[in-house]
């Protein structure tokens, strides 16, 4: 069994967009992962519900496999059943940035994460500057595409920390599986997850009206921006990276890089996610969204 170094800053997954607003979106899990703190163990993924996965974890420089859920009762933490499943679009995806959302509030960073093919979602720009001077991701409907996309399985805790951190620019749907087909790695099919999305609608491109593609290089993103607009290269340029400078400093920089967005006439409204807002009286848990009919992979 494989015993090599499993910490972010050895994985190359520690940056933290937060911090370092050119590195956003950050870089995402590949693989079905567990993050504990700064390590990220692998997960087995296995033809059954995901707390039945098993874990590789590394006690004395051997490696052992147990149950992804034994391995979160041991560590003090709510099995998978009890979480709640959260697409990822932009930097909830980066190990980094969620171990410094929820550390730097005192709150364990123990979350399943994992990749999951998504039907009918596509990622584009969000029609906002973020507080931390970048333009984040935001998802939109596109009944034709297949995006694949982190799942992050959070408690309660965590849950309320993450939504913390996303309102007022984003709000939050909870999609159901019917209309947007969810596929882990292991054949099952989701019933369900939440997904925040912008208040502040997407960017189109202004040559063809359609959203521009989000996840890319940010500094490539903002120095396309500023050619764009005379307007925010006035007020943010000459480059990216004085662009998160600028606008990191002063929120009446970013409200007014926000309004040239909408002035430029680069701002489609999102009104398909509306549908989906959550008003349930509490976030549903993964044992509360049942997988569909036929959702494990056929065994023999």
């Known amino acids: ?34 993050l504990t703190g700064d390590e990220l163990l692998e997960l087995d993924v296995r033809p059954l519900r995901l707390g039945e996965w098993f874990v590789e974890e590394r006690a004395q420089e051997a490696a052992a496999q147990r149950r992804l859920d034994e391995a979160l009762v041991d560590r003090g933490q709510a099995v998978t059943g009890r979480r709640h499943p959260v ?22 960073a123990q ?32 009944r034709e595409a297949t995006t694949r996309l982190v799942v992050t399985w959070l408690d309660a805790t965590q849950l309320k920390a993450v939504d913390d951190t996303e309102f007022p620019d984003y709000r939050r749907a909870i999609l159901p599986g019917d209309s947007f087909e969810m596929t882990m790695p292991s054949g099952e099919r989701l019933g369900g997850a939440y997904i925040y999305f912008s208040a502040h ?30 307007r925010l290269s006035e007020l943010l340029g000459p480059d990216a990276e004085s662009w998160v400078a600028t606008a990191g400093a002063d929120a009446a920089v970013r409200e007014h890089g926000t309004r040239i967005f909408g002035e430029e006439g680069w701002v489609l409204p999102q009104t398909e996610f509306l549908t989906y807002l959550d008003d349930a009286p509490r ?6 969204l049942p997988p569909l009919g036929g959702s494990l992979p056929p065994q023999g």
């Open 201 to 230: 609608g997407v960017l189109a491109d202004p040559l063809t009206g359609r959203p521009r593609p989000g996840g890319g290089d940010q500094a490539e993103l903002l120095a396309a921006l500023l050619k764009d607009s005379p």
């Open 1 to 34: 069994m494989r015993t090599e170094d499993r910490s972010l800053a050895a994985l190359g997954l520690d940056g933290v967009p937060a911090q370092e607003p050119l590195l956003y979106p950050g870089r995402p899990i590949t693989a079905p992962s567990l």
């Open 283 to 288: 976030p549903r848990l993964y044992d509360e």
């Open 87 to 108: 697409i990822a679009v932009g930097s909830n995806a980066s190990p980094g940035q969620v171990t410094y959302k929820l550390t730097r509030l005192g709150i364990p």
């Open 111 to 142: 979350v399943p994460m994992v990749p999951v093919e998504v039907r009918g979602v596509a990622v584009g720009c969000s029609g906002h500057i973020s507080p931390a001077g970048y333009v984040a991701g935001t998802p939109y409907v596109d």
